[in-house]
């Protein structure tokens, strides 16, 4: 099923030529309303297409036809029946809204009509200057939808007169700059998931090799830098590496996560979670933000427990503490004679060898554990409210900045590149 879009303007040559070049089963035309508008020259009966315009010679006195005044109506010259086409109108040939808002409804019925089984193709030739953008932006902003423009000799600046032919415009380029863009803003949220969905749609259309291939990094970045989101960072550091892109400072720090650095501290996983806290601040999923924020404090204990005197919070003996403390702890043992010890249980253990992690967080005490409820009450844990940004910036303010504070004093780097907002695409 061939189906046409033309604008209709006061030429009908075109759009008759573009009609028999193209033989469409369906044709619409896209015209305008009112006494001086270019609907009547469709199906209008005499010679709506004739020119009627007349000049005075200076010579005789008497006046002339400037062109020919016999001009059958255009569905008539195109030998088109009744039932092969519609007239689609507006009643404002320069109003861009009206018009790009009745294509694109246009669009939509054609769609839903006929779905895959057609091509349509817009020829924009015809109409006012606003018709033909709306026409070239209803085009380029569905993929149901060619465009086409009839391009010929011209002989002044007013129209091509003779010797046109309907040819196809290359539109695919465009879309894919505009869905670029999009992805751009995109990336600037962090969200590499849906670019990496936009991205991969424009690699399914014919495009140039250069763009293409700048298309087809961009989407294996989304989606490393989407796994790396996600916390996948082996799968990650695979994909950036076949990506073979300059990025050393991300490159360096997902090897460091990975304990694939001589550098490496151990503890850059803390980093990594108060950066994914702020990704997901900015786009304001504040209980994921806060949850990362109290992932980020249990695990720095952890890691400086195991570090500093080899034991597992979650599965500690009895008889791996000092016998001074065993005292203390047997009443917690569990039945398989192990400790398990949370978040505050850590970091008092801490305290009690004496570990400056421990006498850091004794400082602190109250004011991480009033930051901690916020945590425990919201809907991600044990309440039923949802966090906001204020509660996110205090819970920052107080448990992120004991860690990078913390951190510094103990002379471990916690600090990792954020994950690019540009420069992908």
């Known amino acids: 099923m061939k189906i046409m879009i033309l604008s209709v303007g006061g030429s009908p040559d075109p759009i008759v030529k573009a009609i028999k070049a193209g033989r469409p089963d369906q044709v619409y035309f896209f015209c305008s309303r009112g006494p001086k508008g270019s609907e009547h020259t469709i199906a209008g009966p005499g010679n709506p297409c004739g020119d009627t315009r007349k000049v005075k010679c200076n010579a005789c006195g008497n006046e002339q036809y400037l062109g020919d005044p016999k001009g059958k109506a255009i569905a008539v010259q195109a030998g088109l029946d009744e039932s092969c086409y519609e007239i689609v109108s507006v009643d404002n ?129 989304c989606e490393a830098f989407d796994l790396w989101d996600k916390f996948e960072h082996a799968k990650a550091c695979e994909l950036l590496a076949s990506c073979n892109v300059p990025l050393p400072s991300h490159h360096k720090a997902i090897k460091a996560i990975l304990g694939q650095s001589r550098k490496a501290n151990g503890y850059e996983l803390v980093g990594e979670l108060l950066n994914n806290a702020a990704r997901k601040a900015h786009r304001r999923n504040y209980d994921d933000a806060v949850a990362r924020l109290y992932r980020a404090m249990e695990l720095f204990a952890q890691i400086r427990l195991k570090k500093q005197f080899d034991l597992d919070s979650g599965s500690i003996p009895l008889e791996g503490l000092p016998e001074t403390l065993q005292g203390a702890y047997k009443s917690r043992v569990r039945e398989n004679n192990k400790l398990i010890l949370g978040l505050n249980d850590v970091y008092e253990l801490l305290g009690k060898l004496s570990d400056p992690v421990g006498k850091a967080y004794e400082g602190n005490r109250e004011r991480i554990l009033n930051s901690l409820s916020k945590r425990n009450n919201s809907l991600f844990a044990h309440g039923t409210a949802p966090l906001e940004e204020e509660d996110y910036q205090e819970v920052l303010d107080n448990l992120g900045g004991f860690l990078t504070g913390t951190a510094r004093m103990i002379g471990v780097d916690i600090d990792l590149p954020q994950l690019p907002q540009a420069g992908i695409v």
């Open 93 to 221: 040939p320069d109003d861009l809204e009206e018009c790009y808002a009745t294509l694109r409804e246009l669009l939509t019925r054609i769609e839903g009509k006929y779905g895959a089984r057609c091509d349509v193709v817009a020829n924009y030739t015809g109409g006012t200057k606003t018709m033909s953008i709306a026409m070239a932006l209803a085009g380029l902003m569905t993929e149901c939808c060619d465009l086409a423009v009839n391009i010929g000799p011209r002989s002044d600046l007013i129209k091509v007169r003779h010797g046109d032919a309907p040819v196809a415009v290359d539109k695919w380029r465009i879309f894919g700059e505009l869905q670029v863009e999009l992805a751009r803003k995109i990336i600037g949220d962090f969200d590499y998931a849906n670019a990496y969905l936009i991205l991969s749609e424009i690699l399914k259309r014919p495009l140039d090799k250069d763009f293409k291939a700048k298309i087809l990094k961009a989407v294996q970045l």
